[in-house]
């Protein structure tokens, strides 16, 4: 379950550094929150860092991308929402692993309300009822909770099932080309009235085309993300071009 003390802070053999990718409200044309995702000190890929993350360095590689993405987005713009990726399976203690986020919030300057939490499930989650926990303990802390690439790999119905986040970003492979693919405008439809049943907002990522851009636009979604809008740029904020719109 990785470390067994919140109060492990001994250092990881590499370091990291926050790339930013925005998260447009294309209602508004405002930028709503900037995704905080991880990079090698020399521009490595995030694939080519979450390699170098064991059993062992785990949770200080949880906790160091939360430090440095609270860190790195206080210096930018403390006013701004931040989306920070977390590893379920790095935490052990919901309300003691918090101890060095609300502190890094603290002393950055950074209003801890403006934190959302992406759990990353590219691996399987280990205890369900650990994750509910976490979630319940964030809300109850005032921060917004994200279930990351949903409708791949592990997050599906069943883990929404299990606990309601603030957010669902839908996977990439879902919203790409739906434009030309009923099968998927009929299952994005279909997770559009289950979120809102639920009071949970959707957003899509890995928007690269105007005619998908437009097809969510259509089906009523309000939150997007993609290389459409910009793509990611290291330690420091893309702006969006309104003409995009």
């Known amino acids: ?22 998260i447009v409200d294309v209602v508004t044309q405002e930028i709503y929150s900037y995704e905080a995702l991880v990079r090698g000190m020399n ?4 694939y080519s860092i979450l390699g170098q993350v064991s059993e062992e360095n785990k949770y200080r590689f949880d906790q160091l991308c939360r430090v440095t993405a609270i860190e790195t987005m206080a210096k930018l713009d403390s ?10 399976n ?20 950074f209003p801890h309300e403006n934190i959302i939490f992406e759990v990353t499930e590219h691996e399987e989650v280990e205890n369900y009822d650990l ?8 809300h109850g802390k005032g921060f917004k909770t994200a279930i990351d690439d949903f409708g791949e790999g592990y997050a599906g119905l069943n883990l929404l099932a299990e ?5 669902l970003k839908l996977d990439m492979k879902l919203i790409q080309g739906i434009a030309t693919d009923r099968v998927k405008q009929s299952i994005l439809a279909g997770t559009l ?5 639920l009071g949970i907002e959707i957003i899509a990522e890995g928007i690269e085309t105007e005619e998908d ?8 979604v309000e939150l997007m993300q993609g290389y459409y809008f910009a793509k990611p740029a290291i330690g420091a904020l893309p702006q969006v071009d309104s003409a995009l719109f």
């Open 1 to 22: 379950m990785g470390c067994n003390s919140c109060e492990c802070n001994g250092e990881l053999e590499f370091g990291i550094q926050m790339a930013f990718q925005p």
């Open 43 to 46: 521009g490595e890929s995030a």
């Open 79 to 88: 006013s701004a929402r931040v989306n920070i990726n977390f590893l379920p």
């Open 90 to 109: 790095a935490i052990y203690e919901p309300e003691t692993c918090l101890r060095r986020t609300l502190a890094a919030a603290k002393k950055f300057g």
């Open 131 to 138: 994750l509910k926990s976490i979630f319940e303990t964030y």
């Open 163 to 167: 606990f309601q986040p603030s957010l």
């Open 193 to 197: 009235v289950t979120a809102r049943s």
């Open 213 to 220: 851009y437009r097809c969510l636009c259509e089906h009523g």
